[in-house]
């Protein structure tokens, strides 16, 4: 069984072949740093002419690379959402173009999904297991049960790790992707040098909050720069490298532990409730930080469950996530029907 898996929901536009042996038989990625990175985030109707200007070809390339035709097929996956709606658009129609003129099985996956069953792809891991979930537009913390069963333990009142991440360091002139610039900026940073609040931390449930850390990053920057407040990038002022440094390595850690804290909630809760896990996964752009990872590895030893993170190349938005769960779909029979709709929020869980 080989299923092709097509990527549009943000700013990657990204095909992959997987088979059922969870070999990855094509990856291919086109990013949109440079078109976004002139506005400091993603702009959605750029995002959405990028993904038609790249898609096609993306998936040439990758049948190349596999050495396959759409003959060889098994089915074809796409992310129908969440997402930037002009986005998913593109892979959705791609992927039921290819499916009906060829006449293969057609699964829309939820991006989520994508992100939550990709462990299973990378490491095996057996059902259930506990999933952090934590990227650009989302923060979560999930039981998986299996493809298509999921219980969400927790999620963001407000806004995700990820655009804290990518907020603060545009605050703090890092450019863009900010969440990589900061994880950078922090190496040289001391992350007790700047006092940040940790929204929800030891309050009871799973649910998350960063508003008030942005905030807050916010009203350190403008501190800094006195009068002149955030309109420093207009006015050609800049932030000594030390503070940089520091703020960012301070962001970091209240990301860290929030995340920690969070997380131990939900090892709780299954445990009161006597559900037994069999490991923790990381996964999301978020997963792909480094520091992040250290601590989560420490609370799922203390839990004594295996700590799973997928490659970093497979933890940012791809194709090869979506054709595996396509895939995992496929071999249970649920596919679906070509009208299906793009859908720009999906939660997982229902």
Same mark, same amino acid.
């Given at each position: 069984m080989i299923v092709m898996g097509l990527e549009s929901s943000c700013d990657e536009t990204a095909v992959g072949i997987v088979s059922a042996d969870r070999q990855i038989l094509a990856n291919k990625i086109a990013t949109q740093i440079a078109e976004h990175k002139?506005?400091?985030?993603?702009?959605?109707?750029?995002?959405?002419? %990028?993904?038609?200007?790249?898609?096609?070809?993306?998936?040439?390339?990758?049948?190349?690379? %596999?050495g396959l035709t759409l003959s060889d097929l098994s089915g074809v996956a796409a992310t129908c959402g969440p997402g930037l709606i002009g986005g998913v658009m593109v892979a959705a129609m791609a992927g039921k173009a290819i499916a009906a003129v060829r006449g293969l099985p057609f699964i829309a996956v939820n991006h989520l999904e994508a992100h939550a069953l990709t462990a299973r792809l990378t490491d095996d891991v057996e059902f259930p297991y506990l999933l952090l979930l934590?990227?650009?537009?989302?923060?979560?913390?999930?039981?998986?049960k299996g493809p298509g069963s999921y219980r969400r333990l927790g999620t963001t009142i407000?806004?995700?790790?990820?655009?804290?991440?990518?907020?603060?360091?545009?605050?703090?002139?890092?450019?863009?992707?900010?969440?990589?610039?900061?994880?950078? /900026?922090?190496?040289?940073?001391?992350?007790?040098?700047?006092?940040?609040?940790?929204?929800?931390?030891?309050? %009871?449930?799973?649910?998350?909050?960063?508003?008030?850390?942005?905030?807050?990053?916010?009203?350190?920057?403008?501190?800094?720069?006195?009068?002149?407040?955030? %309109?420093?990038?207009?006015?050609?002022n800049e932030l000594d490298a030390d503070f940089v440094s520091d703020?960012?390595?301070?962001?970091?850690? /209240?990301?860290?532990?929030?995340?920690?804290?969070?997380?131990?909630?939900?090892?709780?809760?299954?445990?009161?409730?006597?559900?037994?896990?069999?490991?923790?996964?990381?996964?999301?752009?978020?997963?792909?930080?480094?520091?992040?990872?250290?601590?989560?590895?420490?609370?799922a030893d203390r839990?004594?469950?295996?700590?799973?993170?997928?490659?970093?190349?497979?933890?940012?938005?791809?194709?090869?996530?979506?054709?595996?769960?396509?895939?995992?779909?496929?071999?249970?029979?649920?596919?679906d029907d070509l009208s299906v709709a793009a859908r720009p929020r999906w939660p997982l869980d229902i």
């Open positions: 002139p506005y400091g985030g993603v702009v959605p109707e750029i995002a959405a002419r %990028a993904h038609l200007d790249h898609m096609d070809d993306l998936i040439r390339e990758a049948l190349k690379e %596999a934590v990227s650009g537009g989302h923060s979560q913390l999930l039981l998986v407000d806004d995700a790790a990820g655009e804290c991440f990518d907020k603060s360091a545009k605050l703090l002139g890092l450019g863009y992707p900010g969440g990589p610039a900061l994880e950078r /900026a922090a190496l040289n940073g001391n992350p007790r040098k700047c006092e940040l609040p940790r929204p929800m931390l030891g309050r %009871a449930g799973c649910d998350f909050s960063f508003s008030g850390l942005k905030t807050a990053i916010r009203q350190r920057v403008m501190e800094k720069l006195g009068d002149s407040g955030i %309109a420093f990038r207009k006015n050609g703020v960012a390595a301070s962001a970091q850690a /209240a990301i860290s532990d929030i995340l920690v804290d969070r997380s131990s909630h939900a090892f709780a809760l299954l445990g009161d409730e006597g559900i037994n896990i069999t490991s923790f996964v990381i996964a999301g752009g978020v997963a792909a930080n480094h520091a992040i990872r250290l601590p989560l590895k420490a609370l839990y004594g469950v295996s700590f799973v993170v997928p490659p970093p190349a497979l933890c940012t938005d791809n194709g090869v996530m979506v054709a595996w769960a396509g895939l995992e779909r496929l071999r249970l029979g649920q596919i």
